[in-house]
């Protein structure tokens, strides 16, 4: 009976999600419900239920989830500070006399907007409000057209820096260290975001080449489709390289500094995103600042951060006895508080035109609505998962993927299926929450590897972005799409992109060391 209810309990969930409910409150109110008949048909214990708060408190304030809003935070900024307007435009038009040039130009801007963003739904409105219809005009197919674009905005959900892998790479460190508890798997070490972040970025720029090499094959097998445009006649194409780099320069910056920071083992992702948000600041006033005073304000606050980092890592030990302080020691600190104060009241001119223009608000507020959103499904996803176990739907899992034909690659294989589809008509957070922390754990005691399961749940989980009918990335595409782009035509379009990311999927199952080679290179 309780195996029976314990079915029953997921097979409803999943039916009220694909019905368009409320994902917190379906997932809390259907555990509830069958907790309450497994109460009265004596297969469920209350007690579990008196372990929630204990299981939802540690949730809210576990540090790393703070690195979700200020992801979020930075994400939003950087949509609003006209980036992606100038490199689609510099871009678009150095590449123009290429075939397919255009297409390969909104790959790379979705790779850059991904490692900077890492929104998808801002990502595809974007690209699609600007460079759609420029695709159009210049007579590119509109299923390529749209493909590329939907395609290309799901880039923020594999590069990293990006918010599914921060609440995948949570999710999974505790599936790990409950594969540890209940199934004796021996510790070889901690699952951190970090880790994920390493492990995500080459099958990321994987994607990025092999979308790239798609969109040329097929502008040179079927010109019509993505035809090439010359060049301005009587400008010097140094022009176009000059105006491209520019553009480049400070997402990259930005990227390099909170990738960089994360990955070398400088900063933590938390702290990596905050220093991200305040990079996003300070790059939003730069570059859309009405007045000079902002502009320079704003430099010099990120020439401050830079230079204080680099006085950080030189390794001065700043003791807080002051009398063992050697005179260099005592220059660096009275340096690095200079660089301080510079780099804080440089901030505070360049957010007072973000605060006028009500920008800054605007942006608070929809990174409020957005983690609000995560966190609550969260709590949900919790009260959902201790009911389940509290019905032994953990063991019941357990079982169903050891007796899986094929031993445990068949058991990952009936994983990486069960997710694909669910993805049909799934959000990647539901699926985050309420699938991966019943599977990951059996799955992690046959001795995988934490990092490369995370990243091939992370491509799946890509995918739910653009297959239909309630790909999101979909709907955001066709909510801002000209008539002329028709629904079948998007959806053809995305389809090959979607054989690409099963085909990267299959290589990091053929060869692991494509996500766990750079994670362990650090490591060392």
Wanted: with cysteine.
């Amino acid at each position: 009976m309780a195996d029976i209810l314990a079915i029953a309990m997921f097979a409803l969930a999943c039916i009220g999600l694909m019905g368009g409910y409320n994902v917190a409150f379906t997932l809390s109110g259907v555990s509830l419900i069958f907790a309450a008949l497994g109460v009265a048909t004596g297969t469920f214990e209350p007690e579990f239920l008196l372990s929630l708060p204990g299981r939802i408190y540690p949730l809210i304030t576990r540090e790393i989830l703070m690195a979700v809003p200020l992801f979020v935070f930075m994400g939003v900024m950087l949509e609003k500070s006209r980036i992606a307007e100038d490199l689609l435009e510099s871009m678009g038009d150095l590449f123009g006399p290429l075939k397919g040039g255009l297409g390969i130009s909104v790959v790379f801007v979705g790779a850059l907007l991904a490692a900077s963003t890492g929104i998808v739904g801002a990502t595809v409105v974007t690209m699609g409000l600007l460079s759609l219809p420029t695709m159009l005009k210049r007579n590119y197919a509109p299923s390529l057209a749209s493909g590329s674009i939907a395609a290309s905005g799901t880039l923020g959900q594999i590069i990293p820096p990006s918010i599914v892998l921060v609440i995948l790479g949570d999710q999974l460190s505790n599936a790990y260290q409950e594969a540890q508890r209940s199934f004796g798997l021996k510790s070889t070490g901690v699952v951190s975001v970090g880790d994920l972040f390493a492990g995500a970025l080459l099958p990321g720029l994987i994607l990025v080449a092999l979308y790239a090499v798609y969109i040329s094959i097929t502008a040179y097998l079927k010109p019509a489709m993505a035809p090439a445009q010359d060049w301005p006649e009587g400008v010097s194409p140094w022009k176009f390289i000059r105006k491209t780099l520019f553009a480049m320069l400070p997402p990259i910056l930005l990227i390099v500094a909170v990738l960089g920071s994360i990955l070398s083992g400088y900063a933590t992702p938390t702290r990596g995103a905050a220093l991200g948000a305040l990079g996003a600041i300070l790059l939003a006033a730069y570059r859309t600042a009405p007045n000079a005073t902002a502009r320079r304000a704003a430099f010099f606050a990120a020439l401050g951060l830079i230079l204080l980092v680099g006085i950080d890592l030189t390794g001065v030990d700043m003791r807080f006895d002051q009398n063992d302080w050697s005179a260099i020691e005592r220059i660096s600190v009275a340096i690095a508080l200079s660089l301080a104060g510079i780099a804080i009241i440089g901030t505070a001119l360049s957010m007072f035109p973000l605060i006028k223009d009500k920008r800054l608000g605007d942006v608070s507020r929809t990174t409020m609505h957005i983690t609000s959103m995560v966190f609550v499904i969260l709590i949900g996803a919790t009260v959902f998962s201790l009911i389940f176990r509290g019905f032994g739907g953990d063991e019941l899992v357990g079982r169903l993927l050891a007796a899986a034909p094929g031993g445990k690659w068949g058991a990952l294989a009936l994983v990486m299926l069960v997710m694909f589809i669910l993805g049909f008509f799934l959000d990647f957070i539901e699926i985050t929450f309420v699938v991966v922390p019943l599977v990951a754990p059996p799955l992690l005691a046959t001795g995988m590897d934490p990092i490369w399961l995370g990243v091939l749940m992370a491509l799946n989980l890509q995918t739910s972005f653009l297959t239909p009918p309630f790909g999101f990335a979909l709907f955001y595409l066709r909510g801002v799409a000209p008539p002329e782009v028709t629904t079948t035509a998007l959806y053809r379009g995305v389809l090959p992109f979607i054989l690409i990311q099963l085909v990267v999927i299959m290589m990091v199952v053929l060869m692991p060391g494509i996500a766990t080679k750079l994670p362990a290179v650090m490591l060392n």
